[in-house]
């Protein structure tokens, strides 16, 4: 194939999970090529750098080869690489574990007793 709408290679190689949901980032210009936002109705070329910007970070994507038809994960690796760089990645990580405790799922909620432990713990009044 030589001609593909970026929401539809955006679906086939598995960056989102319905066409629908490509078009939309699109539209919302949440997909850019060069700085540009595109429209869902952009052809694809071989080698394009593909901004898509996930707050808080943008991926970067490159175009390793066409493809209009979804396909399995372990196939769709050799038509797109991710290229994004290591300061936004580290930025993501960053994120992740800011805020949140890590807790056991099978322990459940934390009681009142728990969480007045919890904030003593943490010097919260």
């Known amino acids: ?6 929401d539809k290679w955006l679906w086939a ?11 939309e980032a699109c539209k919302k210009g949440k997909v850019t090529i060069n700085g540009v936002s595109i429209k869902p109705s952009r052809e ?3 080698n394009e750098l ?3 910007r996930v707050p808080p970070i943008t991926r970067t994507y490159k175009v390793l080869d ?7 994960a372990k196939l769709a ?7 994004t760089a290591q300061d936004q990645l580290d930025l993501l990580d960053a994120t992740k574990t800011f805020g949140f405790e890590k807790r056991d799922r099978s322990i459940g909620r934390p009681t009142k007793h728990d969480r007045r432990m919890i904030d003593k713990l943490k010097d919260i009044n």
């Open 1 to 6: 194939m030589d001609k593909v709408r970026i």
């Open 77 to 83: 690796v050799d038509f797109v690489k991710d290229v």
């Open 44 to 46: 694809v070329r071989l």
């Open 13 to 23: 190689v598995r960056i989102f999970k319905t066409r629908s949901m490509a078009s």
């Open 66 to 72: 066409i493809s209009g038809k979804r396909m399995g």
């Open 50 to 52: 593909i901004d898509l």
